[in-house]
Every structure is written in C-alpha cells, then in structure tokens.
C-alpha cells in the first residue's frame, strides 16, 4: 500500500536543534521524557528534559494563558495558540505546546511552566532529543503544483503506554486514519506500525474509527488504551493487539451523550474508587465511575444515549480544554473563560 | 578622580535594545533583574524572552522573536543606587488591510450532496488564520437557522500545510448507520433538505486582511450512496493524440483530495507525471501528461486509500452491514485499468 506513513525512520539526533514545525499533542513518558507529536513535519520527538525531580508544592495557576504568552513572545494573544498541555509527573512543572503567528507557518516552541507560574522556553537546541518520522517524503504526484504536499496528519494524542509511544491521527483527506504504536526507547524500525482501528455500531455496522483521545488503562494487570472514537463512544483496546498492520476493534464499554465528544481525559484513585475524569465538547467535564471498569462487556445492541459506564457531569467545571492529572489529589486544567484561557489546578472531584 | 558616569539609557538596535552604562558584574538573578523589556503595560505580563549579552558598557537585550510593531514595548533599566530609567519604543498602528483572499473552491462541487456526505473542503486564495474555523463556517437550514453539532469539530482543525485548504468532517457518529446520534439526531443533512453553507467574510487571513466576500453554497441533500466504488463502473478516454490528456469518467463524485492524490498514471509501474484535474463535479478526471505520452500500454492506478464523498473506497462502503457475510468479507483494494496509446 502506498499510503504514507507506511513506514517509521529513526533519526537520533542529539546536537541538533529540533526543527518542529507543528505541536499538536504533548505527553511524558518516564524520566523525564516529554514526547511532541508534530503532524505538520509527521514526526515524534522525544526530549529528554532532564526536569526530574520535584520542584516546589502547590498549584499552577495563570490567568489569561495567551496574553502572558504573547507578552513573553513580543506579540498580541490573537497570534497565540495552545494545542496541548502536559504535567511533567517527576517535577510538577507545566510543559505548553505553543504555536506564535496566525498561520500554518506559525513558529512553534515548548514553554515550561513551573508553580510560582514563570514561563520559560525549553531549549530545542541543546535538549537532548530523539525522532521518529512518521510519513515517508510525499511522493512528487502527490504535491500540488507548487511543489507543496497537501496531505497532513494532525496529531489529535499521544501518549506512553507499556513501553510503547501510541499516536492517534487524524487525516486530512482519508477518513480511515491510523493509530501508531511505536516502541520507546525509538529502535531502529523500517516497518510501520500503522494500526486500523474499526468501530462495531452495536453489532449492526462496522466502520473505520480515528481515535481523538485515549489514555492507559490497566484491565486485570494487562496494560490497555481507553480510547474515545470522533464519534463519541469509549472503547477498550488491548496494547497487546496494537501490533504492525494489524486491524482492531475497540469494545465499546460507554456512550456519552447525544452529539458529545471527549476532548481529554485522566485516570484517578479517590477514597479507594477509581474515577476517570473527561472533558467534553458539549456536556462539560464527567466524572466516571472506572471502579467496575472490567465488567461492562461490549455494548451490542441498541442502546440509551447514555448507557455502560456510569458517570456524573460536574457543573462546577465549564469551558475545559484540556486536562492532566497534577498530583494525587488534583488536575491541571486549561479553561476557556469567554476570550481568555486559563491555566488553574482543579481538585480531583 | 574616578570619571563620571554618563547618564544611564536604553536605545533601541536593528536587533534589539542596549542599557548602559553598566559597569559591574552580573547580577546573581541574570541581567533581567536590572534590564528588561515588556510588551505593554500590564504589570503582571512577564518580561519579553530573549538573550543578554555584554557588550562594553552595554547589556544588550535580544527578543527570541522580533517584535509586532504594533505593540507598545516598555524596557527598564535598574542602575544601581538610582531611580530605573524607563522608555518607550513600539507602538506603530497597523494599518488596515484592504481585503484580498476569497474562498476559491469549496467541494463536493455539486449543487447535489448525498445524505452521507462525509466531509467538504475549503479552499482559500491565501493561507488563512487557524484556531478560528468553527467560528466562522456554518450551514444554516431552509428557516435560515444556523444548525450546530454537525461537524467534527477539533481544536487543531486540519489544514492542508499551506493553511489554504480546510478539511471540515461531518460528524461521523451522526452520519454511521447504528450509532446513537444516528439514531437520535439523524444524519447531519436530511435527504430532500435544502441547506444553505456559509463562510463569514469576518474570518480573517493569517496576515491579518479580512475576506473580500462571504460565502455561500447552497446544497440540496439527496438519498444516501452506500455502494463501494466500483472502478469497472469508471469510462476511461484515452488520449487522441501524443499531448492530449486521459480523460476519466466516474460514476460517482469523488473526494476531492484522494480523487487527485490517489489516482495516478503508470507505466510499467512507474508514476507517469501528468497535471491532473478533476473536472464535472469531481465526476471526471483529466491526465495532461507533463511530457508527451509515448506509444505503449500503460495504466491507471487508484490506490485503496481512494474514497467518494461518502467515504466509500474501492470494494468496500464507509459502513459495512456485519450481519451481510458478503459486506463482512469486503475489503478495501487498490485497482488497476488498462489502456494503449
């Protein structure tokens, strides 16, 4: 198959300035690792930070995110964009993908965050890194006139699950993209591990089904993604069957609403529960209640709109973005109030 | 006699700002604790990032990025045992720009869309401002009302990398069959519907101008297309002479993208370069070889990433019934037609 992406390279590059032309997507892997999905250059990077060990206590709060940004950077908030965040969970610091210019030639760079709110920028340039590349150079016939590839992955997540950097992407042309499992530490891979994720509608219909946002999840000790689809169900997947060419299909275990979409989400233990805390397009942040996670088996037939896995929406919480878990006991939250974004850490509810 | 110190100042370089004199060490904080340069007055706005260097008896400050001219900069020098110096730089309005970028194309270019229509792209005369897209298209129903909940609507949009075409889907839980929202809301375009899509001119270009126009498309929906794509369905032209193009009829529309991106002449396996079009509503394909073609045989190759507008690939519908074992065993596959010049 000729598709991009077909094949992953490995570039270990730790003199190099890092040449991201896109941040879309941000996570940690241990030690330190900050992992940066850049869709516009198809490419993973891993940044060894070195930021290992906890620096201070208490929450990070800054109120109106993309003015303080833009201040920093010598420019107006209306040229700032903040497509992902990610608690570093060795240092507590805050690490901001951000992108400087209107455009899709913005500049791209990761600031740090850390409690007392100081921004500061991670140096690309003497960090030590290392890259996968994800799309193989666009063959000559599939740039338009002017030379320029049209087709672009956007990176929706990414994360560390089980020795392995998954990446959900989403195409802009073909509806069937593909998620990656590519093992951590990067090896040396000629073959990709481009994966097709299908979708079941309740035993009747069978579909291609991105994934906009996952995390790990432990069923039974075994490690698995909880993912949730564009269109809107939470699934189950083993990482086991995350495997090179391989064609799976989640278990739906929740629906969430008519016409609601998980934008992010964490795992946590409370009171000796565990919880799973989303934040949605349409219906606020829900806390669901993971504790019996295991036994809802596929949903199969014609259901609810809000059937599976129990959940409670929580009122207190509005325009949420983006979340992390902070700490034990709270999340990082990046929250839209009217035209500002705020960065503010939320007890776990 | 010591010399007296000149009185402290900062001015403005090519590259960046100097304060001087300075005639001791390095302050233990870093030079920002006594030079520093702000973009407007908000006091609790940090200081701009950027680079110190010592030059004589100057601290030069360097911005990690140059910056809009537009902003009022605000720098500060702490000379020790004195009063901060404070000036002003910056602050040039931006004059307003007369608007030049349009929406050149938006596809499927049919006035008809099946019930199914997956996706539909923007195509603008320039690169656009991105973070700002479901802000500013819409498609409002036959009462004019603007309708929500019908794409999918992702903060970091997908762009092609120019940021001059926008790929907006439907949203996929409301267009596959089975689905709650499918069941409960119904597919994002009603069959018999008349829909009317629309881009505000208010949506600005990533230089900053506004659009010329706005925009508007109006869309009669038809009955869904469920069928794989069939390639023995598609009417091949070939070439009359060594320069005229391949002509391609389809049976369907395809995606505009992929029916560009995912059909391509060969010839002995190798791409033959051709500038290709899709022409009658994404219906036909033209090849204009970019060299002329050669005697032989050669063929036309469309890869299994190749959709129609309803997400349909080659032996394979968007929605497969799993209770059908035929539809069950359906796999998407590449195909090859033959043809001689």
Redesign the interface.
């Known amino acids: 198959m000729a598709q991009s992406g077909d094949t992953t390279t490995l570039e270990r590059a730790r003199t190099q300035r890092a040449d991201l032309k896109s941040a879309s997507a941000l996570a940690f892997a241990p030690k330190g690792v900050l992992l940066v999905g850049d869709g516009l250059g198809g490419a993973i990077y891993a940044f060894e930070t070195g930021d290992t060990s906890k620096t201070g206590s208490g929450p990070v709060q800054i109120e109106d995110l993309t003015g303080k940004i833009a201040a920093l950077l010598g420019t107006t908030a209306d040229q700032i964009r903040v497509p992902d965040i990610a608690v570093n969970p060795d240092s507590g610091n805050v690490y901001l993908a951000v992108a400087r210019g209107a455009g899709a030639d913005a500049d791209t760079l990761i600031l740090k965050a850390d409690r007392s709110g100081k921004l500061t920028e991670l140096d690309l340039q003497t960090t030590p890194h290392t890259r996968v590349a994800l799309v193989d150079q666009p063959d000559a016939d599939k740039l338009d006139r002017r030379g320029n590839p049209l087709r672009t992955d956007t990176i929706t997540d990414l994360g560390y699950v089980d020795g392995k950097v998954i990446v959900a992407g989403l195409s802009n042309e073909e509806f069937a993209s593909t998620l990656r499992a590519i093992p951590y530490p990067f090896g040396e891979m000629t073959k990709g591990a481009s994966i097709e994720i299908w979708h079941g509608a309740h035993g009747a219909y069978e579909t291609n089904a991105p994934i906009r946002t996952f995390i790990a999840y432990e069923f039974d000790g075994k490690p698995e993604i909880l993912a949730s689809y564009t269109c809107t169900p939470l699934v189950r997947i083993p990482v086991a069957k995350l495997t090179p060419g391989a064609k799976v299909m989640g278990t739906t275990i929740a629906e969430l609403g008519n016409m609601n979409r998980p934008l992010d989400m964490i795992a946590y233990a409370k009171d000796g529960r565990d919880y799973i805390l989303m934040a949605n397009s349409n219906r606020g942040v829900m806390k669901l209640d993971a504790s019996d996670l295991g036994k809802y088996g596929a949903i199969t037939d014609k259901i609810a709109a809000t059937e599976g896995v129990p959940y409670e929406t929580i009122e207190a919480l509005q325009g949420v973005r983006r979340l992390d878990r902070f700490d034990e006991t709270s999340a990082l939250a990046m929250v839209a109030t009217g035209e500002a974004l705020n960065l503010t850490t939320i007890a776990l509810p | 006699m010591s010399e007296a110190a000149p009185a402290p100042r900062i001015s403005r370089t090519a590259e960046g700002f100097r304060a001087e004199p300075w005639r001791g060490a390095e302050p233990s904080g870093g030079w920002g604790e006594v030079f520093a340069v ?3 007055d ?1 006091p ?6 950027g680079a110190y260097a010592r030059d004589g008896e100057a601290i030069v400050f360097t ?6 001219p ?2 009022r ?1 605000r720098a500060v020098y702490r000379p020790p045992s004195i009063e901060p110096v404070v000036a002003r730089f910056g602050g040039v309005p931006v004059p307003p720009r007369a608007p030049t970028t349009r929406v050149l194309a938006v596809t499927p270019s049919a006035a008809v869309w099946p019930e199914n229509v ?2 539909l792209y923007v195509t603008f005369s320039a ?5 700002v897209a479901w802000d500013n298209i819409c498609i409002r129903d036959a009462s004019g009302s603007a309708m929500g ?1 019908l794409f ?12 001059r ?1 926008l ?1 907006v ?1 439907f ?4 267009i ?6 499918n ?3 119904g597919p994002p375009l009603a069959v018999g519907g008349t829909y009317r899509l629309e881009i505000d001119a208010t949506w ?5 101008g506004l659009l010329v126009e706005p925009f508007s498309k109006v869309i009669t929906v038809a009955a869904p297309l469920r069928a794989p794509i069939d390639p023995s369905a598609w009417r091949l032209t070939p070439p009359a002479s060594s320069t005229e193009p391949l002509t391609v009829d389809f049976d369907r529309p395809l ?1 505009a ?2 029916g560009l ?2 059909i ?1 002449v060969r010839r002995d396996g190798a ?1 033959v ?3 290709a079009e899709l022409e009658h509503d994404e219906t036909r394909a033209v090849f204009h070889p970019t060299m002329p073609w050669g005697p032989g045989r050669y063929s036309l190759h469309a ?3 190749l ?1 129609d507008i309803a ?1 349909n ?1 080659i032996g394979r519908p ?6 059908d074992p035929a539809q ?1 065993a359906m796999v ?1 596959s ?1 195909a090859d037609l033959a043809f001689e010049i």
């Open positions: 702000f973009a407007g908000d609790a706005a940090p200081a701009m990032l911005p990690r990025f140059s910056p809009a537009s902003l900069l997956l996706k690169p656009m401002r991105i973070g909940g999918v609507e992702i903060d970091q949009e997908l762009w092609d990398p120019t940021g075409r790929t889907l949203d996929p839980g409301r596959k069959r089975g689905l709650v929202d069941i409960n809301e600005r270009d990533a230089a900053g995606d993208a992929l991106g995912a391509t791409i370069l051709c500038d890869e299994d990433i959709e997400g690939r968007f929605d497969i019934d799993a209770k069950k998407a590449a």
